[in-house]
């Protein structure tokens, strides 16, 4: 085909989708089209590269399931979902005007698990998980660091060795997870594990991709937070442990200076909350700020 053809071919695309009377779909749908085309061109795409990852993506669905979203990390590790977290947290924090900023959003990732215990300040949500202790503390406030009182902070992790408790069994019960609200002056304390550094999924194509192309296939060290407050922007979030292994390589490109947390080690003896420890732990503060809901919204 001629040059000046491939190009009526791209336009006759994008002609088919005219008649779509959703204009948004249609917005989406032939910039795709404009996309896909421009990157077979560009590299000059052989049949059997089209067949094989048009098999890559038929192997991507056969494996998916409720529990293993492999298209979703195929999103993550293509940096897609961190592009979508990104621009939606823009979005919400255009109607800001001279405020300090949201804390920075990150991925949800696969393993949230909505309904987890809802526990008083100060519990350890951990409790017989594997790991070194760690007390987590801060507060949430609004962009002008006005406390946020009784604001939602829904928690969950991997343990110290790196599981989350759905990978521990096909019938697991809830483990390193709560629900928990700040005091009136905006503050929040609980103790769970110190998290380190896990592998995704691995075991489908995803994982053959990665490898194929010599990525790294880890998550450095990190909790998860969902914190939420009414008039506000929700925030799903993460407090990354500083120096972790790979901290600086996420396969999932979900890092962000801003929530790296400096974990203190501290020796057996009274924790700032009062908890007696008899053993050596770790103490991690961090700040929330929640962007308003816009006016428009
Ligand atoms: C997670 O942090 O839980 C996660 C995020 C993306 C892919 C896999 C796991
Ligand atoms: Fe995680």
Redesign the pocket.
Known sequence: MSIYNQDKLTQDVVGAFARCSDERLRVLMTSLVKHVHAFAREVDLKPDEWLAGLKFLTATGQISTDKRPEFI?LS?TLGLSMMVVALAQARASGAVQGAMAATEAT?E???FWPGAPEVPLGADIAEGVPGEPTLYMGRVTDVDGKPLAGALLDVWSGDGDGK?DVQLSAEPTMKARGRLRTDAEGRYWFWSIRPTYYP?PDDGPVGDMLRATNRNIN?PG?I?MMVSAEGHVPLTTHIFVAGSPFIDEDV?F?KRDSLVVDFEAHPPGRAVDGREMKQPYHSASFDFRLAPVPASA
Request: proline content about 8%; cysteine-free; overall charge neutral.
């Open positions: 990390l993550d991925v990732g696969p393993f989350y995704v998550r990190h998860h999932v979900g």
